[in-house]
């Protein structure tokens, strides 16, 4: 689907059954105006900003659209697909109600029977099977607290539900990251300025190299090593990420200013700490290495399976990235297709979707984050259809597969193209120091590259007998 | 129509005792952290909380077609109230969380642990509406402690009471009429109700019993439906609130309180009256009205009151967060557009525009993003 239609949407509105949008003729985004005539009545003080305005009578589908990945979209077709897709959020916001409370108050009771029953189960975690399946009940516990219940919920998905437990702006989730960081970095940084290079924190979290336009530099060489720390450790990497610590090597970060979120962090940390490997454990007497074991692993087992699914929303082979320039006058239509390639599905099971908090539909999230995420699913249908009228790629694989194309971006990324070496070595730097561990990196990267070399054909047999087996057991179901 | 049921006696939501006392504490908190215990017990056990109350229902009576009676019994954590004050409930209809006050009618007594909640449908009103229809014995409602400190019985009690209502404006004054009998109150009470025939008159039966049983409670139905008038031998009074009422309610205007408590044209009337007379009875009224919508043009512009902030200004077509920092405020905002909810604020009252959807709503209390919502008339936000 990556061949760009010839045909103009207009031209499919007439031809299929679709029922057109009505064109409505009001702004898309109270900010970005779009680019269709305002109307009079509405005193917007955005006026002055409106830009590009096509002369009248020219056909500016011809013209080259805005965004590079895309350049068959002109932006008048951008706006059109922004428009079908406020038609489709605004079916299921008015839809909201009976259904939807229903569904997260029966997933915050699977949470509550999980985490009580672990919980007991694990003051006997001396016994094996009861450290088995404690763990695993508390494990699911906490992800469906993370993701189902907490990510959603922070992103006010049940605010219309008026329930002071379900509330977007003040809800506390069972993890290291304090909630409200949580709802900056993440509901405002991240999801405004999604897979923007240079804005977008999510890309590489400040500490890896997730992107071609990200200059190279010899500390990248340890990509995988960062990554695999940051997957076991990725309630804490969560935790940081909105103090934007990569400043402190840019040198335009202040620790007195960060203060209270620390603060705010330690607090958190230190009580999540205090009930998972302290007072859980000294109540199970002597049983406590047990009980402290196992909860260790079943926060690590969280961790990893939220680290996939977050990795696997963004950095999939195919998902595009964007550049600061090309989203400068960005309209409510040119954001939708932003998020639209910048994100990738995993696909799966209805188990598989709610354990991952329908992250899995990370497109479809992404386009509307406060719709509640049960009903992506029955959402990405219309956002598939409208995908291939539009001629615009919509990314979806399995979780091994994607996870695998991850890692072999981030393996590939850690060592220097020859051009970006030389970049790199051009580039003027400040001190003797830098200058000599260049050096060093020079002859680093050559064997670093070998290593990558043999891991990523190595991954790639390995995925290989993974998708085959995926492949075998879902002729199996489907039989 | 029938009697009220009596109130049980002991405590039942007491029986958790030590083990509740064990789940209050801080090693609890931590325990259950960062959700509070309550997340758990009312998986567990809806009737016990820490911090949150919670009412079981324990009796439902219809008292006509349209009204009405609950007995709840609150959880441990519920500190009783005083006779006049009012409590909010919270049902969920339809998946929306909707809250709403009524007066506990029944005796503030401590001995009461029961809370009897009269409620009357509205033919447009969600949570009366829901539980007349579906109250059931063993369903849980959330509960606010009791509100209200201008409304309630003076400490130490004056020898006189005088208690004026209309409709269902009589649940709180029913209450201070059965704390005052419970308390063995030895002044006159007066008891002066206006219900438009003998038919609509709540808790006739139980007024009739405190009136026998009681001979300082003087009982004074009075119905404003014209052909009703003669159904009941103890209807002496008739028509409308005035001069010759207030006399047979209060025929010494010494060592008194009074409290009217209905229709927002009876409390009109009475006060009006207490002025004219000039009367030394403290008078104490409460309201009780369904709020009322004003019918709004969409682009209508009115004032904008940041309530937090103390600032006013006209409204300009632009939205909410543009007019503030436009005030010079500086409200925490993210992306602008809708979608990261950083802008968030209360809205005290008025309703809003959604800029991108041009729906008009918004309820006192909703909290909305003001970077997408344009006032439309009047509007107060908590910045």
Not at chain 1, 376 to 403: F, M, N, T, W
Not at chain 2, 70 to 98: C, K, M, N, Y
Not at chain 2, 225 to 247: I, M, N, V, W, Y
Request: contains cysteine; proline residues 7%.
């Amino acid at each position: 689907m990556s061949t760009p239609t010839a045909t103009p949407p207009a031209t499919a509105f007439d031809d299929d059954d679709f029922k057109a949008v009505p064109k409505s003729d009001r702004p898309l985004s109270p900010k970005a105006p779009d680019r269709e005539s305002r109307p009079a009545g509405h005193s917007r003080a955005t006026a002055s900003t409106d830009v590009a305005v096509a002369e009248p009578g020219s056909d500016t589908s011809r013209t080259p659209g805005p965004l590079h990945a895309v350049p068959h979209m002109s932006q008048d077709m951008l706006d059109a697909f922004g428009r079908e897709m406020e038609a489709i959020r605004k079916k299921h916001m008015d839809d909201r109600g009976e259904r939807d409370a229903t569904y997260i108050r029966s997933i915050i009771k699977a949470q509550r029977r999980l985490e009580i029953g672990g919980r007991a189960l694990l003051e006997f975690a001396w016994v094996p099977p009861f450290w088995v399946a404690g763990v695993a009940a508390l494990s699911a516990s906490k992800i469906l607290d993370n993701m189902e219940i907490g990510h959603n919920v922070m992103h006010g998905q049940y605010d219309w539900m008026q329930d002071e437990e379900l509330n977007g702006r003040t809800f506390e989730w069972d993890t290291a990251c304090p909630a409200d960081q949580w709802r900056h970095s993440h509901n405002y940084m991240h999801h405004t300025h999604t897979n923007i290079v240079g804005k977008d924190r999510d890309i590489g979290y400040g500490i890896l190299r997730m992107s071609e336009d990200q200059p190279w530099e010899p500390y990248y060489l340890g990509n995988l090593g960062y990554v695999s720390a940051l997957a076991l450790l990725f309630e804490y990497g969560v935790a940081v990420h909105d103090l934007e610590t990569e400043g402190i090597r840019a040198g335009d970060w202040s620790l007195k200013e960060r203060l209270p979120m620390l603060r705010a962090i330690w607090d958190k940390v230190k009580g999540q700490a205090a009930k998972d490997y302290v007072l859980f454990p000294l109540l199970a007497g002597p049983g406590a290495p047990a009980t402290l074991s196992a909860n260790v692993t079943a926060n690590i087992i969280r961790n990893l399976w939220t680290f996939s699914i977050i990795f696997c929303g963004h950095f999939p082979d195919g998902v595009e990235e964007f550049t600061e320039e090309e989203t400068a006058e960005e309209t409510r239509g040119g954001w939708y297709v932003r998020q639209l390639l910048g994100s990738a599905n995993l696909t799966g099971g209805k188990l598989f979707h709610i354990m991952s908090g329908n992250l899995s539909f990370q497109i479809e999230h992404h386009l509307f984050p406060d719709v509640p995420a049960h009903r992506y699913a029955e959402i990405s249908v219309d956002v598939k259809e409208a995908c291939e009228r539009y001629g615009l790629d919509y990314h979806a694989g399995p979780l091994p597969y994607q996870l695998f194309t991850v890692f072999r971006k981030i393996a590939r990324l850690s060592v220097p193209t020859d051009a970006e070496l030389q970049a790199y070595l051009d580039a003027p730097r400040g001190n003797r120091v830098v200058k000599a561990a260049a050096g060093a990196a020079r002859t680093a990267t050559v064997g670093a590259k070998g290593a990558a070399g043999v891991a990523s054909s190595g991954a790639r047999g390995a995925v290989g007998a993974v998708t085959g087996v995926v492949g075998g057991l879902r002729r199996t179901v489907t039989a | 129509m029938t009697s009220t049921t009596t109130p049980p006696t002991t405590s039942p939501s007491r029986t958790g005792g030590l083990a509740q006392r064990l789940l209050g504490t801080k090693v609890a908190d931590v325990l259950a952290g960062p959700h509070d215990v309550d997340h758990y017990l009312e998986l567990l056990r809806p009737d016990w909380a820490v911090r949150r109350i919670r009412g079981e229902i324990v009796a439902v009576e219809h008292q006509n077609d349209d009204s009405l009676t609950i007995t709840l019994r609150p959880t441990g954590t519920w500190p009783g109230f005083q006779a006049g004050q009012h409590v909010e409930i919270s049902v969920d209809v339809d998946g929306v969380r909707h809250r709403r006050s009524y007066s506990p009618s029944a005796s503030a007594h401590p001995r009461t642990r029961t809370i009897e909640l009269t409620i009357r449908r509205h033919p447009e009103g969600v949570v009366s509406r829901y539980l007349k229809e579906h109250a059931r014995v063993g369903m849980f409602v959330g509960l606010s402690v009791p509100q209200g400190e201008d409304f309630v019985l003076p400490d130490p009690r004056p020898r006189r009471v005088v208690l004026i209502s209309g409709g269902s404006g009589i649940t709180p004054v029913l209450s201070m009429l059965r704390t005052l009998t419970d308390e063995g109150h030895r002044g006159e009470i007066t008891f002066l109700h206006y219900a438009r025939s003998p038919q609509d008159l709540l808790y006739a039966e139980e007024l009739e019993r405190i009136a026998a049983e009681h001979p300082n409670v003087a009982l004074l139905p009075v119905y404003t439906r014209q052909d009703a008038t003669s159904g009941d031998p103890r209807s002496e009074l008739t028509g409308r609130f005035g001069p010759e009422h207030l006399r047979r309610a209060l025929p010494v205007d010494e060592d008194a309180a009074a409290f009217v408590c209905g229709p927002g044209a009876l409390v009109e009337a009475v006060r009006n009256l207490w002025a004219e007379q000039e009367l030394e009875t403290p008078l104490r009224f409460e309201h009780f009205a369904p709020p009322v919508l004003p019918d709004l043009d969409p682009d209508q512009l009115g004032d904008v009151t940041f309530a937090g902030s103390d600032v006013t200004t006209a409204a300009d077509g632009s939205t909410l967060l543009e007019q503030a920092e436009a005030a010079g405020l500086s409200p925490r905002s993210g992306c602008r557009m809708g979608i990261c909810l950083t802008c968030k604020c209360t809205l005290n009252s008025g309703v809003v525009r959604d800029t991108l959807s041009g729906e008009i709503g918004g309820v006192p209390g909703e909290e909305i993003r003001i970077c997408v919502s344009a006032p439309v008339g009047d509007v107060s936000i908590d910045l």
